[in-house]
């Protein structure tokens, strides 16, 4: 059966139990394969308000078997419509370093992106609390080495406070900036940002700036030719939350005005690291 390659507006699917989805990435310019650990339940450390995943609960049961027959059927179904696989993606209903499968399952999708899909990336989104485990930090540096490996590592704000409002995480924001600091000195990294207001505030200049700042301390981690930002992504709030309209979107004007601010900064400091922003 042909996948659906069609442009979405929200991911629902993978709340009804599915281990792979395929869906169009703005962020990835086409088809990105997702994989999906969390069939049951969402699980994640951080509870974000523009957060698309809604709360459900389903009797749906993770299995590699079933993650192997999924990824090679919607590879081969998009390599029979002539449709270029971008990406190998581990995303879908929370934090994927928290699932006991996921190295078992990076492991699997490396084999089989090898195999089948060799000019795919392959990557992971994370919040970074899983890097707080040595395991986890060692298994995402070994895996960063590979250039078709991208550890896509979300960073939303530069201060206590709005990290508060924007990942309402119980993990100290110093420990997680902390780790941060140690992962990037070892590894490459595409840094993510989500752009919105929250109950109708906007980042303060002050977040701004202490964001700022830290973007370019760990893009300066680079300069040891062992770690660094690859790139950074900025992107505005565009499909449907279980809070909304607690979250909102921010005018386009806002991410391009954020996003020439960082560029001057990177030009002051002869930082190259490019900033893409996704409306």
């Keep these: ?5 069609t442009p979405v507006t929200n991911h629902r699917e993978r709340e009804k139990g599915l281990i792979v989805y395929p869906v169009y990435s703005r962020r990835s310019a086409g088809l990105s394969i997702g994989i999906n650990l969390f069939t049951d339940k969402k699980t994640c450390l951080f509870d974000c308000p523009y957060c698309e995943v809604f709360p459900f609960a389903d009797n749906a049961v993770f299995s590699l078997e079933q993650m192997e027959a999924g990824l090679k059927c919607a590879i081969a179904s998009a390599q029979e419509q002539n449709v ?5 993606c581990f995303s879908g209903n929370g934090e994927p370093t ?3 499968h996921f ?10 992106r090898a195999e089948t899909a ?14 707080l485990q040595s395991d986890i930090f060692s298994l995402l540096k070994d895996a960063a080495i590979s250039p078709l490996v991208d550890i896509w590592l979300k960073l939303d704000a530069g201060t206590p406070d709005w990290y508060q409002r924007m990942n309402r995480c119980a993990v100290p924001y110093d ?17 993510q940002t989500m752009l919105c207001a929250v109950k109708g505030d906007v980042p303060a200049e002050t977040e701004e700036r202490a964001w700022e700042a830290l973007i370019c301390k760990l893009a ?4 040891n030719n062992a770690g660094g930002i690859r790139k950074v992504q900025l992107y505005g709030k565009a499909r449907p939350a279980p809070e909304d309209p607690s979250a909102s979107r921010l005018p386009d004007e806002y991410l391009e005005k954020r996003a020439a601010s960082l560029r001057r900064r990177f030009a002051e400091k002869n930082i190259t690291t490019p900033v ?4």
Aim: net charge negative; with cysteine.
């Design 84 to 88: 270029p696989v971008k990406d190998i």
């Design 175 to 191: 420990n997680l900036i902390n780790i941060f600091k140690d992962f990037t000195s070892c590894a490459v990294v595409t840094i």
């Design 98 to 100: 928290l699932s006991p």
């Design 103 to 112: 190295k078992d399952a990076l492991k699997l999708a490396q084999s089989i």
């Design 118 to 131: 060799s000019d795919a990336k392959l990557v992971v989104i994370t919040n970074g609390t899983g890097l």
């Design 1 to 5: 059966m042909p996948i659906n390659i």
């Design 276 to 279: 893409e922003i996704f409306i």
């Design 220 to 223: 300066a981690n680079s300069e």
